[in-house]
């Protein structure tokens, strides 16, 4: 057996030795396991939550605003529409910008629905048949989504289900809107072709969906103006990078009217809903600090009573010449053995919760509060090898001072120990 080797093999034999069931170790070595489970399967929950919440939300705020929008300059300094000619040379510019998946343009107009019992202000936003629909789509609870058309008015309505409920409609129904402008009150009826529900307040109170060609026309718009373009980006995580392009390449230039574009990304657009979630990281690392300390603080405890039992065994090893750091190196082994036990438990129930939320949704949310009805959980390999290798390493640094315990045990007199 080489030098090298001689403290795992030590090690690996202490920990495979069931021995006398009745010695102090065996608990300290099942608490010590079970602090580094409940750690870790902590941790690994945590996570999970925090960035399906983060991504769910995101993906409703971007589902409602696209990753990049690109509007008249005076409509971010002012709640007046400005319009924007977006004719398809421009929405080819925007297509071929370096990062961007897809272009799509859009109308908002105010206007209010009206029920005989009840009403609602409400903001249309008119979409063609460019726009994307998935989101919407996904999140259809009733009816259809419309076919859509910005160069006619079909009057479909597409409304969220709190729309729906205030007013009482259901699909089919007919409802008036109206809309001022100028000092003139003009009414336009719309059939409720379909009824969504994404439970994020902000947007499903008060936004429903209609013909691009609709929006225009309420707003009095020459044809081929609208309030801007929507950009999807092809990678989230490069939006940075994708919104700088096209700020060189449409910001500050003008459309055939004259107008100055601009452009902003959903983070800019909505800061307070992102600032919300950037907040949640400052949470995760707390509970992650607090995890890794109990994990640390159950293996320091533990590995004073195993070193302290040894105590005989220590003696032995001295007195057949073992160095203090041999022996030093073979209980900082053993409890790499005993953390690795509690990763392996940790791992399974931490995965096994996320794996039945994500297949069963047990874990109920209030949609008024959370946005969502149910917990988000989503796996990150990647960041849960992180938080393996991080609880590993710190938990087996914390030991290293509690090791050198060994080094004030005395050979001769640990051999009279029983």
Not at 58 to 80: P, Y
Request: with cysteine; aromatic share 10%; hydrophobic share 45%.
């Amino acid at each position: 057996m080489g030098k090298q080797n001689l403290p795992l093999f030590i090690a690996g034999r202490i920990f495979k030795d069931k021995g006398d069931k009745h010695k102090v170790s065996r608990p300290a070595i099942r608490i010590a396991t079970i602090g580094v489970a409940i750690g870790l399967a902590v941790m690994v929950v945590t996570v999970s939550v925090v960035l399906g919440f983060k991504h769910t939300i995101r993906d409703k705020v971007v589902g409602f605003g696209s990753h990049i929008q690109v509007v008249n300059f005076l409509a971010l300094q002012s709640t007046d529409p400005y319009p924007v000619c977006l004719d398809d040379s421009l929405m080819q510019v925007l297509s071929q910008t370096e990062g961007i998946k897809h272009a799509e343009r859009y109308a908002l107009t105010q206007g209010i629905l009206k029920t005989d019992s009840d009403f609602l202000g409400m903001t249309f936003k008119g979409v063609g048949q460019e726009y994307d629909f998935t989101f919407l789509r996904h999140n259809l609870m009733d009816g259809e989504v419309p076919q859509f058309s910005d160069s006619t008015s079909r009057y479909r309505l597409l409304i969220s289900k709190m729309t729906a409920d205030k007013l009482k409609l259901s699909v089919g129904e007919k409802v008036y809107a109206y809309f001022i402008s100028g000092g003139d009150v003009r009414a336009r009826r719309f059939t409720v072709s379909g009824i969504y529900q994404t439970n994020l307040t902000l947007f499903d109170q008060n936004l429903c969906f209609t013909d691009l060609h609709t929006a225009t026309r309420l707003n009095n718009w020459p044809e081929g103006q609208c309030t801007g373009a929507e950009l999807t980006v092809g990678d989230f995580g490069k939006l940075e990078e994708t919104a700088s392009h096209v700020v060189e390449r449409i910001n500050r230039t003008q459309d055939r009217h004259g107008n100055v574009l601009t452009s902003q990304t959903i983070d800019e657009a909505y800061p307070q809903i992102f600032s919300w979630l950037e907040l949640l990281d400052i949470n995760v690392w707390i509970i992650l600090a607090l995890m890794i300390c109990v994990a640390g603080f159950t293996m320091i405890s533990g590995l004073l009573i195993i070193i302290l039992e040894r105590t005989q065994m220590i003696g032995t090893l001295k007195a057949l010449g073992a160095r203090n750091s041999t022996v030093r190196h073979t209980f900082l082994w053993f409890a790499v053995f005993i953390i690795g036990r509690g990763l392996l438990i940790g791992n399974i129930i931490g995965i096994g919760i996320v794996l039945l939320q994500q297949h069963t949704g047990f874990v109920s949310l209030d949609p008024a509060t959370y946005y969502v009805s149910t917990a988000p959980m989503e796996l990150d390999a990647p960041l849960i090898i992180l938080l393996n290798a991080a609880t590993l390493l710190i938990s087996t640094f914390v030991l290293i001072a509690p090791s050198y315990l060994v080094s004030h045990i005395h050979p001769a007199k640990s051999m009279r120990y029983e």
